[in-house]
């Protein structure tokens, strides 16, 4: 580790065109609070120009004092993939490992701990916050999918290409996958002491409903198709209002957390049926842990059909409905157009106010 | 479907005014997150111009790979309604339900698992986040009135057409009995394993409460009555304190999470006597589907009254005696002056600095 | 109702000045939406300019159909009142009385459903989401102290006059009754039912604990004074941490929301040994209710000892080691300057850099 | 107390930069709801200027009833510490404080009621809330770390000054420990009531749970280890996530708030094991208070070894591949031009497009 860049903060004092400098750097060191900053900053103070150290002890000191980028940072920076695809990937896969980490760790322990250290209420607040911090981890990358359900209704709409459902797909279930096995490490002693070694899927201690869903005993399959697709509506219904801008606008950061709300509202209304897969990623892929039963197929096809009903059910009452805003105006006049000669081209947007 | 349009972003390359076309798309692109722009996107590379297309394998790859307007969403944009009240009664419809079928949704689950997938708290949390889905959907469309109680509220203040109020109240209640439906299709087994085949009102199973109200049996009319404009009473103080600008500013976005939380706290604390449901449509909309007694006319008439009893004590205690904004104040000079001749009106607005 | 001022939207399209009118109403009805704005809209529709009415079928149909100014509204504007020490007075005693509806709301909930209808949690919510709406319902008008402790503390700081104390006090203890009275008479069946018509301070069904708090049976006079002022201390520490705009901002009506948490974490962890009364006004005004023993002093000194000690911690800890504020300087530069002549004004800013 | 500083309202009048003080005045007096810039405002009104006092009965009454400057604010900030090191540890010792206060609290409430006043859940939402206040309360002066594994990740990060490492760590503890101190004061006769004066670490009415983390009967020490590195794993994984601006910003005000609910999601989800220490100081600081076992190096070692694996699996997995910022762009192209000659550097910007 080199110190070749920690002399600049301070070498500043004594150059002259350190004056100007110390404002860019103070703004910097206002904002290091964030903690995410603070690479620009030292960055800045080498953008200020300064001479080669006279005085490396006093220079050391300040060094070990003050916060500036670190030789780990640049080392981390050459990691740094240029694929798209790849970030998305890799985004999802964080994305859904988070959630499922978090969602099937709780039930993990309201089982384990027979209801003393969590209730069903812990469940919901497990999946409500594990989906909303998958959110947090992979909206700007990937936008946060998490299930494939979803990134079906996406691609439905035209809103997602096609080509990139598979990846999606597979890392969303590759990263529920992972996500059960740390949960299966992190509980073993736990589920071993629980069952007393007998690892099961039906009986008083049965440990497989800690990883994939399972219907209440009264459930018939078609009921149990009806509670998926009705559940996966209704989150479609939620999460689609929530992203209509024409609708209401969101604070950028709130809109994860209402994400999560809206998975706790499904939880509380919706559980017990089924377990609100909701998501064929989070059954599917801990499903591997288990022995499944003639259930499988319900989390994995219901989802899909229920989340687009739901992109439908709101999309026809209200999204299309909204009046069109100024650039579709514009857009449309555009589409008109071009049916037409290039030459009506000038005389076309007086035709335009009424969108065709 | 065709892919006409997707060529263009291939073929942006090698026409000259794609320059600065570039900007524009790349802030289009950045915005695409949010799922909600991509439309617009898409058509912002329309109006970059291109050529026809000379290359058409590379274009489909193109169009395979990135998001895009979809025939699908113009598709959808053919069925778009211009009535203002058509919109207005559909997203009252579709908010009252949502509202109804997280919150008897939440109640089924309670009462059919016997407490064991929830107990009241998430009765409590299930109308609340419904309640606030329900004004997430429809906010933008038709004001989120989700109520009749709180649309004569608004009707009586001024601040609703009348005429419209017997349109909304319609689908307050359509939009809720089609929510119990839902409700009694998704937990028909649960509710005929629950109570054993015999659907009843009272009674260790009864499960007539999952969809309406009833009251407790020590409650005497007049108590409920009591408790209902009471309830309905505190909801409108709070509703009209959110949306009082002049009292303090929300963030937009959080003005729905918060009446949410009114509804919570109601069920917190109001909520044993009579299952608090401050809301005609709420109770008279499910009641349908089960047998009425003679309590169904308190949960219609008791929250009309506590909605305007409500909402004056906020005017007279808080609302009315804010200092007027300059706006307001240029206009009851307009409007004293309105009485003058035409003649004083330039020497007029000295007098206005005190409203009169 | 005269409908005078109704015509107007009906009348702009035929007069020549509503071209640039129709962009202020549009304005005005985009932001329609959170039902405050809709009095301005009209009124704006009133200083565009219009005709006489000559259709006024015509127009009574368009007043029927669109918000507009209410007689209601006017009406109710006459009673504004504009002493600014009643409407402060006014807004204590709303905000109390929402507090106590709400808190005391849920413990008489939790109490006469013996636990059924809510437990501990409940009440904690019922106490904390009570603190929030009464923030709401008087922050802009009195700056919701809602606590004489803390009434007392911001006084003690500069922040509040002397004078105004008596009266916040006054109207903050009769919030509080009012509210007693409304829990009550709204709970009045529940209460009988439960304590079988016998009110008792102590013993298995007693109710007195409902209104005011009362210490549990192991605690010493001097274990309940630490109790009250260790949890007024943390309450005051946490609201003085929010609102210290140079310790981090908050998005405006965050803190309402944030003042609740801090209620609501002092009743999850300080809750148990003397029902965190932490607020003169929350425990003497409901206590007219109910017999009073030894313990009533209790909830009314030590808030105000504790609120005094959090003030002080937080201040001696965080606040008063901020570096000054630009404006800061200026001003400390000014009073430096006032113990020196006249002449050296206009020298003394060079001082000043670093205050005195 | 003396009133003299208080004439200086009515003096103002005389002297001539009052004019554009006004404007500066009335920007104070709008912000004054808040109830933190009072001081400013007095001040501000300080610098409007007024003529000397010939009535002193007036000026002592505008005193009692006008909010300004108190002699306690300027008694306070005689105060004033400069050190940035010492106003960073009073932050970090009053934020761990504060964490544990409520967290323990929590734990001692649930322990001595035996889950009458609060169950698990309360527990969790004890130390949640803990953590946001907490937060709230150091943010704007040290960062808000709160917790040695996660000063170490920032260090190693490069984003906080190794030197710094053993002054935060020291007052961590020492906050903690205050806290514990605080926790047993406060539950001293419920403590004392609840196992019958014999404070023991194990047994039925162990009471050193409430301060300290003790593993389920069933856990293996490399179960403990496993589960304390997944924990803290993930709980750096959300914080990065909530701090990383290149993925989705935050309005400001929002992250405490979700830091502590990351806290919640790990409580209610890897709770049952061993308690969620996640924290040295949390788990050190207390432990004073009660005998250790052979337990007490897992909570202190395996929260930094998972600190770090959180960090970087988030650094490897999201943040490093973010296209880089504009300003990172010209950061970059100056480094690589710093290894060529000064007189390459004008010619050196097209090479920097790309950073190297």
């Known amino acids: 580790m080199s110190y070749k860049v920690n002399y600049s903060p301070l070498l500043r004092a004594h150059t002259p065109p350190a004056r100007q400098c110390h404002k860019v750097c103070d703004v910097a060191h206002g904002s290091s609070m964030k903690g995410q900053t603070l690479l620009s900053q030292a960055d800045g103070a080498v953008l200020c120009g300064s001479d080669p150290p006279d005085d490396s002890v006093k220079a050391l000191k300040a060094h070990l004092w003050s916060e500036e980028t670190s030789e780990m940072e640049r080392l981390l920076g050459k990691c740094r993939i240029r694929s798209q ?187 017990s049926n089924s377990g609100y897969a909701l998501n064929p990623a989070r059954d599917f892929g801990p499903r591997f842990f288990t022995a499944g039963g003639g259930w499988w197929w319900v989390p994995i096809v219901a989802p899909c059909v229920g989340a687009l009903l739901g992109t439908l059910i709101y999309q026809l009452m209200i999204e299309v409905h909204h009046p069109p805003s100024p650039s579709e105006l514009q857009t449309s006049c555009q589409e008109a157009n071009e049916g037409k000669t290039g030459l009506e081209m000038e005389g076309g947007e007086p035709d335009c106010v009424k969108p065709t």
Chains 1, 2, 3, 4 share one sequence.
């Not at 959110?135 to 494939?148: I, Q």
């Not at 099961?200 to 018939?220: C, K, N, Q, R, W």
């Not at 998926?228 to 950061?253: E, K, M, W």
């Open 85 to 271: 695809l790849v970030r998305e990937c890799m985004a999802e896969c964080l994305g859904v490992y988070i959630l499922i980490l978090f969602g099937c760790g709780s039930v993990a322990q309201v089982t384990t701990s027979q209801d003393k250290k969590g209730q069903y209420l812990s469940i919901n607040l497990g999946f409500a916050l594990g989906v909303m911090f998958g959110v947090f981890v992979s909206r700007g990358v990937s936008g946060a999918h998490l299930n494939p359900a979803v990134s079906l209704s996406l691609c439905f709409l035209g809103r997602h290409p096609w080509m990139k459902l598979p990846f999606y797909i597979f890392f969303q279930v590759f990263g529920a996958f992972l996500a059960a096995c740390t949960v299966g490490l992190q509980y073993y002693d736990a589920i071993l002491a629980y069952s007393g070694g007998k690892l099961t899927v039906t009986g008083p201690t049965a440990t497989a409903g800690i990883f994939s869903t399972y219907p209440a005993d009264y459930l018939s399959v078609w009921g149990g198709v009806m509670d998926q697709v009705i559940g996966t509506a209704a989150l479609l219904l939620c999460v689609l209002a929530l992203g209509d801008q024409r609708n209401g606008s969101l604070p950028d950061g709130l809109q994860p957390v209402l994400v999560g709300a809206a998975v706790l509202v499904i939880g509380v209304s919706m559980g």
